[in-house]
């Protein structure tokens, strides 16, 4: 599209390439240059540039640049801006895609979009300023609900997400690197979409030509990575974000995503195999539902579910595609203005840009070096923009010598001394537009501001209602439980003390029962006591006759014992008179013997066995009257038993 801003970004360039000393060295070009300095330098003043920002914090740093929270100083109102490095998106330009991020931002008039206000360079940068939205990503919002969404946050969530990537598709391009950091939180707790910088537009066949990686490792489809190694060609469609939305579905609930690694050719691997690699774990249970509509994303290119099928699902019965954007976000940011950033990680200032460049102190090569063509068209402003689209066309057939403000009003050159009076006039009615342009703006500012505060009060408001229905619900149903289950209590009162009082009376007639039953046992028992005392004074009266029996018995055997003693005695003395005799003739053999032997050794064989004889006969004295001892001893205890 051939606009104002895209003529001044070419002749503004084409001056800056020929103002250099080798180029005006040629006359033709000297004097262009000299002619319309004035010009350029009347445009730089009124075209945006990064002085008319004030930084307030960077928020965000990536490999070609990094993004700021700013303040524009004419209006005060907050935007982010996106500073990207000219050298580095030309040095990649394969991953790098400014202009599919400026267009789709510039171009969508998409509540689920991030919308750009102004687009603008200088030598060195490119400058996206987009509206600021302080609610952080969807990353950190997972972060305050300890990573996993419950499903019903997560089927809000998604669905917003299935209708911002949607808005994308139809304008003609495809995102590619769906994931939680992309998708921005605004003031209301409703997402857009963010960092369309690796976004490619769609050929007329609806399909994109890429052979390089590009997106996020653990978020890329299988379909980018086989276009790396020429197996499809490079084509693929939106398809691949589809299966982008189905890691961030299985990362909502299940709180990680499916295929991770410390390698990222083991993540690649995983996700070519993903037939064989996408489990569910066992201690995250999901619906079937969620699971179904997880195994639809992550699959086959051409068994992948898309917009329709996802739009019909069951998962997300009962909601209301239509109102997504009226009804309560679950989580609204609580903030304290409009550049409040603390849902924001914070990042320090990238300052390796500031001071001399290794650049400025290298020879340049002479002559045109076209380093700014591939940015003509880039500049923007949104307000300019829409002035023209109400305008139309006209514009392209004005004279050279023309240029245009920030408010798209037309000033000429006061090199027409003609017409001096009437730019003066000109001049003196634009600025008085200008003053009320700037206080209708301020007070378009006041306005909006109190409107998104009051629309913040109103979300948060709506969250607190749908909290307090929600614990009203949750106290009914407590109540009306409670209720339940005092009148099941009370039930269970009635019916034990109903039981209490049967039992009781079971109790005393089990009792009395026992009573009767254990007077009717004591009966038995007091008659066979007294039989068995009968029993026992017959028997004590067998033992006394029997004792006086025993008695007499003693008696009669002490006579008999005593008479017993006294024949032992007698018997005693006898023999131990027969004793004494028998030793003395037994001494008086032997010393005849030993006389005999002394005498003759002949008879000594005589003598020893006579001796042995002697001996003999002594030895059975010794024995008998053993005998005799051993019987009184038996005499004498069996008389002390008969005693006894």
């Known amino acids: 599209m051939l606009d104002k801003e895209t003529l001044l970004d070419a002749f503004i360039a084409l001056y800056h390439e020929c103002n250099t000393e080798f180029m005006k060295k040629n006359k033709n070009i000297a004097t262009y240059v000299k002619k319309f300095t004035p010009i350029i330098s009347e445009i730089d003043k009124l075209r945006c540039k990064k002085n008319d920002f004030e930084v307030r914090k960077t928020i965000g740093r990536g490999h070609f640049g990094e993004v700021h929270v700013v303040r524009e100083k004419l209006t005060g109102d907050v935007y982010a801006m996106k500073v990207l490095k000219k050298s580095e998106t030309l040095s990649q330009d394969n991953v790098a895609f400014f202009e599919e991020e400026r267009d789709i931002m510039a171009f969508s008039n998409n509540p689920w979009i991030v919308s750009l206000q102004y687009a603008f360079q200088d030598w060195e940068h490119l400058y996206l300023v987009m509206d600021f939205h302080p609610g952080g990503d969807l990353l950190s919002l997972l972060a305050k609900y300890d990573d996993v969404f419950e499903e019903e946050v997560a089927r809000f969530y998604l669905a917003e997400m299935i209708m911002a990537m949607h808005s994308v598709h139809a304008l003609g391009y495809v995102h590619r690197d769906i994931k939680p950091e992309n998708v921005l939180v605004d003031r209301l707790g409703h997402i857009k979409l963010a960092d369309f910088g690796s976004s490619a537009k769609l050929s007329s066949a609806k399909m994109v030509v890429s052979k390089m990686p590009v997106g ?348 017993a003693n006294e024949d032992k005695k007698s018997n005693v003395s006898e023999l131990q008179a027969k004793l004494q005799k028998v030793t003395e003739d037994s001494e008086a053999r032997i010393r005849q013997f030993h006389e005999k032997l002394a005498k003759s050794s002949t008879t000594a064989q005589e003598s020893a066995e006579q001796l042995q004889k002697v001996e003999k006969e002594r030895d059975d004295f010794q024995k008998q009257l053993q005998e005799m001892k051993s019987y009184e001893q038996i005499q004498g205890k069996r008389g002390r038993e008969g005693i006894k």
């Open 216 to 563: 996020t490792p653990e978020y890329i489809a299988p379909e980018v990575l086989m276009s790396m190694d020429g197996s499809t060609e490079g084509k693929y469609g939106v398809e691949c974000d589809w299966w982008s939305l189905g890691i961030v579905a299985y990362e909502m609930m299940i709180g990680e995503t499916p295929f991770q690694s410390d390698s990222v050719v083991e993540v690649y691997s995983q996700i070519m195999d993903f037939k064989n690699s996408r489990q569910f774990p066992d201690d995250q249970p999901l619906s079937d539902d969620a699971k179904h509509i997880i195994r639809g994303l992550l699959s086959d290119r051409k068994e992948r579910i898309g917009y329709e099928q996802l739009a019909a699902h069951p998962f997300f019965v009962g909601l209301d595609w239509t109102t997504l954007q009226d009804a309560v976000p679950p989580y609204v940011p609580a903030l304290t203005g409009q550049d409040d950033t603390s849902n924001f990680d914070d990042f320090e200032s990238d300052t390796s840009h500031s001071g001399p460049r290794i650049e400025d102190f290298m020879g340049k090569n002479p002559g045109f070096q076209g380093k700014d063509l591939p940015f003509i068209g880039f500049t923007f402003t949104k307000q300019l923009t829409q002035a023209s689209e109400n305008e139309g066309d006209d514009s392209i057939g004005r004279r050279p010598s023309e240029t245009f403000s920030r408010t798209g009003t037309l000033k000429k050159s006061p090199s027409e001394s003609g017409h001096k009076q009437a730019v003066d006039k000109l001049e003196a009615k634009n600025t008085e537009l200008q003053n009320q342009l700037s206080e209708k703006t301020k007070a378009l500012t006041k306005v909006e501001n109190d409107r998104s505060l009051l629309e913040s009060q109103k979300a948060l408001l709506d969250t607190e209602i749908k909290d307090l229905q929600r614990n009203l619900d949750v106290e009914r149903a407590s109540r009306a439980q409670a209720e339940s289950e005092s009148l099941r209590l009370l039930k269970e009162v009635k019916e034990g003390h109903s039981q209490a009082e049967d039992i009781r009376d079971e109790g005393i007639k089990q009792a009395l029962e026992e009573q009767k039953q254990l007077v009717v046992q004591l009966e038995q028992e007091r008659s066979t006591m007294n039989k068995r005392a009968q029993h026992l004074e017959e028997k004590l009266d067998e033992k006394k006759e029997r004792l006086e029996e025993n008695e007499a018995r003693i008696s009669s055997l002490q006579a008999k014992l005593t008479k």
